[in-house]
């Protein structure tokens, strides 16, 4: 099961702050990271997907296999 969660910019601001990417970023330039953010949480064996140009996937707790088709389907 997939679970969009809403949360407001404050909590997606704190929650940006844990990951080590975003240490030297000022509070500013992470709040607009932070409101292109939708937050997802999925439950063991279910599948995040999106499409390579436009989607980043952060993983906040837990781990995530990682699959890329190449373009002949393998």
């Known amino acids: 099961m ?3 969660l809403d949360l407001p910019s404050e ?3 704190r929650r940006l702050r844990t990951c080590r990417l975003f240490d030297e970023m000022d509070d500013s330039r992470l709040a607009g990271v932070a409101s292109r953010c939708s937050w997802q949480s999925l439950q ?12 980043f996937f952060m993983v906040c707790d837990g ?3 990682v699959s890329a088709l190449s373009p002949n389907g393998r």
């Not at 063991?44 to 390579?52: L, Y």
């Open 2 to 4: 997939r679970k969009i």
């Open 11 to 13: 909590a997606s601001i």
């Open 63 to 65: 781990k995530m296999r």
């Open 44 to 55: 063991p064996g279910h599948i995040a997907a999106g499409t390579s140009h436009d989607t």
